[in-house]
């Protein structure tokens, strides 16, 4: 997992939930922040994808449920 993407993801997500960057790791996921609900997931997907420059297919988006998801994705999409 790049160490880049990762740092300016979990950024991207520490900023729209308004929690702490040191509450985020790989493995957390939808609902595991009591913010991070549906509507935060697509606004977290939405501003990943803005950053990038990239949209994630219907197929990709259904399969990011945790940080690890989305960095990988994320890492696929701009190779």
Do not use: C
Request: aromatic share 6%; proline share 1%; hydrophobic share 40%.
């Amino acid at each position: 997992m790049n160490t880049k993407i990762f740092d300016e993801v979990t950024e991207i997500i520490a900023g729209i939930l308004e929690v702490d960057k040191n509450m985020i790791n790989g493995e957390t996921a939808i609902g595991d922040i009591e913010s991070w609900d549906s509507l935060h997931h697509l606004r977290i997907i939405s501003s990943v994808e803005h950053k990038y420059g990239f949209r994630f297919t219907p197929d990709i988006l259904l399969d990011l449920e945790d940080v690890e998801d989305i960095v990988n994705a994320t890492e696929e999409q701009i190779k």
